[in-house]
C-alpha cells in the first residue's frame, strides 16, 4: 500500500487548494464516521448486555412488615423474607436465590435518589435476585399466587414489559445511528464523485495526449484512485486521532452518571479494532470510488 501512495502520478489530481479541502473535507467525514460506528456498537453492547443480564432473572421483593405503630417490625419481616427465599428455591426453573444486602440496594438505589438521600432510613423493601435457568420457562400466575399464600407483601418483577421497552428504545437508537453512518458514507461518495468529475475536466488535455501516447482508461483512472486513495488513508488517520478521544470523554461520562443501563454500553477489544481500521477502510473506499467515477466519465466521453 506505501508503494500506491508514494508512486508518482501523471495527472494533476489535486492541486493545493483542493488537497487542503478534500483532506479537510474527508476527515471530518471519517470523524463522524467513527463516532457513529462506535455508538452502534456500543448499542449492540448495551442491548446484548441488557438481555443477558435481565432476561435471565426475575427481583422478588418483601416490603418491610410495620408494627400497631407503624414502625418497621425487623423480627416478622425477616420471618417473611425467609419463607419467600424458601419458597423460590424450590421453584422449578430457577437455578439460585441470593438475598440482596443493604450495601448493594443503596448502590441500586442511589442513581434515582442521588447522594444526598439517607436511604437506609427509608422503608425499602427487601429484594431478591433470582437467577434462571436458561431454558426455564416459569408460570408467574402461579408464583404470584405461591407468594400471597405466604404473604401478601411479597411481590414479582419479570422485567419483560419494560425491558421491551428499553429494546425498542434502542432499537431506535441503534437504527438512527446507522442511518446517519449510511449517510456519511453516501455523502462521501458525492463528494469524490463530484471532485473527481471536476479535475477531469481541469486536466481534459493533459488526458488527451496520455491517450494519444497510447494510455488507456484503467490506467487514467488509477492515476486518480491513487490521489484519493491517499487522500482517505490520511484523512481517516486525522479523524481517527481526533474521534478516538471524543469517545474516550462521551463514555467516561456516560459511566461518571452512574446509571446501570449504561454500564453496559461498553467497547469490546474487537470493536476498537474494528474503528482502528477505519483508515484502511478510507483508503479502499475513496479509492475505488475515485476509480469507478473516471472509468464511467471517460467510458461516456469516448
Known sequence: MNTELMRKNEITVEDEDTSVFMYVLSSIYMYLFVVVLAMVMAIHSMVSNW?????GSITVQ?????????KVDTEKSQQEVNKVLQYMEN????????????QSIEKLMTPWLGNKVDISALP??????????????????????????????????????WLNRLLKFANSLNTLALAVLIMVVVICAFSIYYSARTSLGINM??????????????YIAGQYARSYGKIGFFSGIIGLMFAVPS????SKYGISTGSGLLN???????NWAIMLMTPLFAFLYAKYTAYYTVRKSLEKMC
Do not use: F, M, W
Open 91 to 102: 421453584v422449578t426453573g430457577v437455578k439460585s436465590v441470593h438475598l440482596l444486602d443493604s
Open 51 to 55: 438481555e443477558k443480564d435481565i432476561v
Open 124 to 161: 425499602i423493601p427487601q429484594l431478591l435476585d433470582v437467577q434462571l435457568d436458561d431454558s426455564a420457562e416459569l408460570n408467574y400466575d402461579e408464583i404470584t399466587r405461591g407468594l400471597h399464600k405466604l404473604t401478601p407483601n411479597a411481590s414479582i418483577d419479570n422485567h419483560r414489559l
Open 62 to 70: 418483601i416490603v418491610p412488615v410495620e408494627d400497631e405503630d407503624k
Open 205 to 218: 488535455d493533459s488526458i488527451e495526449i496520455l491517450h494519444i501516447i497510447g494510455a488507456h482508461d484503467d
Open 264 to 270: 453496559g454500553a461498553g467497547l469490546s477489544q474487537l
Open 247 to 250: 469517545i474516550i470523554l462521551i
